[in-house]
């Protein structure tokens, strides 16, 4: 009897031996699918099934690239798979390679023609771009798409006047990125011809087109807390970048502030002289209005040509706003010899203010109950005249009919009453 309970156990040994090999199998299978298969596409997929490409990588989802070729190429072996990715597998022979990168150049949006080499072989000061620099996929679009917020910190962050290009050009030079406008203009009656502006040493994109970068890049401390719990007291940006940009894949737009790079617009026209960061719009509203032919009475609005360019309020007052301006700054941007037009419109306009105020005081003078509208609308273009404090120079046409309208309704009514 003591033989077949020998037996029976024995048998029943072989079978949990067998089902525990099976078992181990099983699991050995199920993990070596868990941490291999799960760096395929087609896992991945199951669930990061929003994951879209802009570039080449576009086959990945058809199985042609496993997503471990990109993130974390090094792990081959039955290891997790990392977010980091590294240089070196997207510049493969297999992928983009370095060379064919810096021979082959590529249009991003409407700017001139980037090549990568620029951004890879050089780069100014301390700082050095990873691939994940420009493509970030921060804005959580298209995977590796590059994002213009990217490109608008390193350029227009409040450093760029210390980095340069090789050939030593603040890399917030507008020609570096904006092909030569071929566009022409029709502003009352005559053509304003792009390209003639753009070839003029004295005339820098800046006296007209202004406030298209809304925003500093600033690095602020708050937004250290997002990723991390505690910060250090100091650090210095190199430092910063090397930890975060060299070590690890941080998009620049997680640490710096937003920076925007567009003209500001409202019902779709680009709005004038708006204020930069060097001076408060407020202080100089008069300024302003007459710019843009409107604040006066009697008269429809007329925007001077200038308001209607954009100008720039530093393109005339090179040094402090509300300062005189040199007669030949005119003659950056208009043919020569227009600063004695412009001086010769001044004194003009001097000597009808003071017709004007000569008006007002017989005016006033006289019992003229049926004329109060008149004076007043007279009062108030000739102070806002004197407030704006160019003689003209700001809106000529404006200011001039402005003047004309006022002094000819006050002869009107000075002649009745006599």
Same mark, same amino acid.
């Given at each position: ?13 072989? $079978? ?8 181990? &199998? ?8 868990? &941490? #291999? ?12 099934? %929003? ?19 990109? /993130? ?6 039955m290891k997790v798979m990392a977010v980091e990715l590294a240089d070196e ?17 590529? $249009? ?6 980037? $090549?990568?080499?620029? /951004?890879?072989?050089?780069?100014p000061g301390n700082l050095t771009l990873r691939c994940v620099s420009c ?7 298209? /995977?590796?798409?590059?994002?213009? %917020? ?23 030079? =507008? ?54 719990? #505690? ?7 190199? %430092? ?7 070590? /690890?894949? #941080? ?22 002289? !708006?204020?930069?960061?060097?001076? %408060? ?38 040094? &402090? ?8 700054? =005119? ?9 004695? !037009? ?11 203010? $003071? ?24 009062e108030s273009n000739y102070y806002f005249i004197k407030e704006d404090g ?29």
């Open positions: 009897m003591f033989e077949e309970v020998k037996k029976l156990n024995k048998k029943h040994v072989v $079978r949990l031996a067998i089902s525990a090999l099976i078992a181990i &199998v099983i699991a050995v299978a199920a993990l070596f699918f868990t &941490v #291999t298969k799960v760096k395929y596409t087609q896992y991945c997929g199951k669930c990061h099934s %929003d994951v879209t490409f802009n570039n080449k990588c576009y086959n990945v989802l058809s199985g042609n690239i496993a997503c471990i070729d990109c /993130h974390a190429p090094e792990n081959r072996s597998r997207c510049t493969s022979e297999l992928c983009h390679p370095l060379q064919k990168l810096s021979e082959t150049a590529t $249009r991003f949006k409407k700017t001139r023609d980037f $090549r990568h080499a620029t /951004h890879t072989k050089y780069f493509h970030s996929h921060g804005n959580g679009g298209k /995977h590796f798409e590059t994002e213009a %917020d990217t490109c608008n910190v390193c350029h227009f962050t409040g450093m760029q006047q210390a980095l340069l290009t090789r050939e030593k050009q603040p890399i917030s030079e =507008c020609t570096l990125c904006h092909a030569p406008v071929e566009k022409t203009i029709q502003i009352y009656g005559n053509t304003f011809n792009h390209i003639a502006y753009e070839e003029r040493k004295n005339v820098g994109c800046s006296d007209c087109h202004f406030a298209v970068v809304q925003g500093n890049g600033a690095v602020v401390r708050k937004n250290c807390y997002v990723c991390h719990q #505690t910060i250090q007291e100091k650090y210095t940006a190199p %430092d910063m970048h090397d930890i975060h940009i060299m070590n /690890h894949k #941080t998009s620049c737009v997680a640490c710096h502030n937003a920076v925007t790079h567009t003209a500001i617009k409202k019902n779709g026209v680009v709005l004038s002289n !708006i204020p930069n960061r060097t001076f %408060d719009l407020s202080l100089y509203k008069t300024q302003w209005m007459v710019m843009a032919g409107t604040g006066g009475a009697g008269i429809a609005d007329e925007p001077d040509p200038m308001f209607i360019a954009t100008l720039n309020c530093s393109a005339c007052h090179k040094d &402090v706003l509300l300062s005189k301006v040199a007669p030949g700054v =005119c003659n950056n941007c208009h043919d020569s010899g227009f600063d004695k !037009i412009v001086s010769e419109q001044i004194s003009f306009v001097s000597k009808r203010m $003071r017709l004007l105020k000569l008006l007002l005081k017989r005016a006033k003078k006289l019992p003229l109950p049926d004329a109060g509208h008149v004076i007043t609308e007279a160019s003689n003209g120079a700001h809106n000529i046409k404006y200011v001039k009919d402005l003047l004309e309208y006022s002094i000819t309704k006050l002869n009107q009514v000075l002649q009745e009453s006599t």
